[in-house]
């Protein structure tokens, strides 16, 4: 059912209702959703009808009422970007969010309310003095009647109004009469966004709680305009909205620090030209990801990939292994580390200043050594080795034996061994398969875990990484 509207009631009536709905912490809306649902149920039960008093409630706690969805309300700042807004929508709801939608007066010059009443199917909101919704401070009730506010895009001049506390729109007003969490999409001018003003109005926003998402790093609507400004992409605000509703997640590993590297290295051959593995780093990024959620402080040091820094991680980029294993040393002491990029075996011996070019003689002669073992030389540490190393193999054949082969040689604790055959589609995918091998004395234990997703799968090696950081504590 659409949203309802108290219209043409007698004052008396709007009175009462009033009064009922703040005597069970419910908007009007909703009590008048409990009173048809309660008159109905008494009507299929064949009873006598409500008693015109009304019957003392529970005070209802934050949240939503019992079988209700987590309840959203949007707000669609005037930028170009307000068109991700409508996708945004339908991103929320595929989410199992109920989603109200409140556009300002400049939103509405890219976007329409007939369109975010379509996607969301409920009325929007755009006026703070709209006689239909204000009888009853229709801004107050969309300000408290949800469990998170969204703001996107929120331009630097909505931002600069929530920043020092002004209210003279529906927006405003309803963000300031909140005391709900809010999260924030920026998105403008990377000159706009870089301005001392804007700075200073985000950074009095993120003391004042207000979370924030983005922007991203792109290209600009202006014409041969890019830079940091972009609007985060709807699935990515989407997935921080959930991520705010859901209950405090278990911190375990609180207090511990892990360091993680990830993706391939490049080794050089000529200015242009570079040696390197298949790996795109999600594996990795996923790990580092999982592990600050689980409350660890994360060091990532990433070779050269197309993947966002995961939000709340030290990233460290680099491009070579000597360049990964200089900064895998800097970061020790750690409680855990976690070796999963794809470091090249070899180098060139003599990098060429200038483009190599081809000669009448053929191919130049390429020299190559052997790369640092950067797994290996953090395992054999005599002082400051990590409690807890572990390393990856990435095999295309003889899984088991080329893992427990790893193992022994390394000097680490556990492996995680996968098999990278092209047609698994693990390199570069999303998806992957892995054994999980550890000392148990002499033996190797291994453990064969489904297909999972490379998310999945972080969140598994971090809950055991977890589970024997607590054992061993004990």
């Not at 009462?16 to 009507?43: F, M």
């Not at 054949?397 to 000097?411: F, I, Q, S, T, V």
Request: with cysteine; net charge neutral.
């Amino acid at each position: 059912m659409a949203s309802l509207t108290i219209r043409k009631l007698d004052e008396a009536i709007k009175t009462e209702l009033r009064l009922r709905a703040a005597r069970n912490g419910r908007s009007v809306e909703d009590e008048v959703r409990v009173i048809l649902r309660d008159a109905a149920q008494h009507k299929l039960a064949g009873t006598a009808a409500l008693p015109s008093a009304p019957q003392p409630a529970l005070p209802r706690q934050r949240g939503t009422m019992a079988g209700e969805q987590p309840r959203v309300t949007l707000i669609i700042g005037g930028g170009i970007a307000a068109y991700k807004a409508l996708d945004l929508i339908r991103r929320l709801k595929e989410r199992g969010l109920h989603v109200r939608c409140v556009l300002t007066r400049a939103a509405q010059q890219f976007v329409t309310p007939l369109a975010a009443s379509a996607l969301s199917n409920e009325r929007c909101y755009t006026d703070l003095f709209d006689p239909a919704s204000e009888f009853d401070a229709g801004h107050i009730r969309l300000a408290r009647d949800c469990e998170l506010i969204v703001v996107a895009p929120a331009t630097a001049d909505l931002m600069a109004k929530m920043a020092q506390g002004h209210a003279d729109d529906l927006a405003t007003a309803i963000l300031l009469a909140t005391n709900r969490p809010i999260l924030l999409a920026p998105a403008m001018n990377p000159l706009m966004w870089n301005n001392a003003a804007t700075r200073r109005n985000v950074a009095q926003l993120i003391r004042d709680g207000v979370v924030t998402i983005g922007p991203n790093a792109g290209e600009m609507a202006e014409a041969n305009e890019a830079g940091v400004g972009r609007m985060s992409e709807p699935i990515e605000i989407a997935d921080a909205a959930l991520q705010m509703l859901r209950p405090p997640q278990p911190r375990p590993l609180t207090g511990k620090r892990v360091l993680i590297t990830a993706g391939p290295t490049h080794e050089p051959i000529d200015p242009v030209r570079y040696i390197a593995n298949r790996s795109s780093g999600k594996q990795g990024f996923a790990i580092a990801a999982a592990a600050q959620a689980a409350g660890a402080d994360v060091t990532l040091i990433s070779g050269p990939v197309d993947l966002d820094d995961p939000a709340g991680v030290t990233v460290k980029h680099v491009e070579s292994a000597r360049d990964m294993l200089q900064q895998v040393e800097a970061a020790l002491p750690v409680d855990v580390a976690i070796f999963a990029a794809a470091v090249a075996d070899w180098r060139v011996v003599n990098e060429g200043v200038q483009k190599l070019k081809k000669t009448a003689g053929g191919l130049p002669q390429l020299e190559l050594t052997e790369n640092p073992d950067i797994l290996a030389t953090i395992a054999r540490l005599r002082e400051r080795r990590p409690p807890l190393v572990i390393g990856f193999a990435a095999e295309t054949e003889h899984l088991m034996d080329n893992a427990k082969a790893k193992l022994a040689r390394k000097g680490c604790d556990w492996i995680v061994a996968n098999d990278v055959s092209p047609a698994t589609g693990v390199m570069g995918g999303d998806r992957n398969t892995v054994h999980l091998l550890s000392k148990q004395g002499d033996e190797v234990r291994i453990e064969s875990w489904p297909v999972m997703s490379k998310d999945e799968v972080a969140v598994a090696l971090v809950e055991r990484i977890a589970a024997t950081a607590k054992d061993t504590s004990a």
